[in-house]
């Protein structure tokens, strides 16, 4: 899985980091819904808040269902530790 993050300056001059923004190829059937739901985030942070750094996966954690999650974040498990 390869994450990527983030980094800008809000509305208040702060500079503010998000981390662990999934890389998604453009045919996934998910990419357009994390494209979606980071253009919100961004706005939603954008706005106004305390924090300097922030979790996008604990964001889709919260505002997707289960299913949705694991599979935008599902890595798949090495057989043997090899």
């Known amino acids: 899985m ?10 208040y001059g702060q500079k503010v980091r998000i981390s662990d923004i999934p890389v998604l190829p453009q045919d996934n059937p998910l990419c357009f819904k994390v494209n979606l739901r980071l253009q919100l985030y961004i706005a939603e942070i954008y706005r106004g808040s305390k ?9 889709l954690k919260r505002h997707l269902k289960w299913p949705e999650y694991q599979s935008i974040y599902h890595t798949v498990g090495l057989k043997n530790n090899a």
């Open 51 to 59: 924090k300097k750094v922030f979790s996008f996966r604990d964001y």
């Open 2 to 11: 390869l994450l990527k993050s983030l980094e800008f300056k809000n509305c």
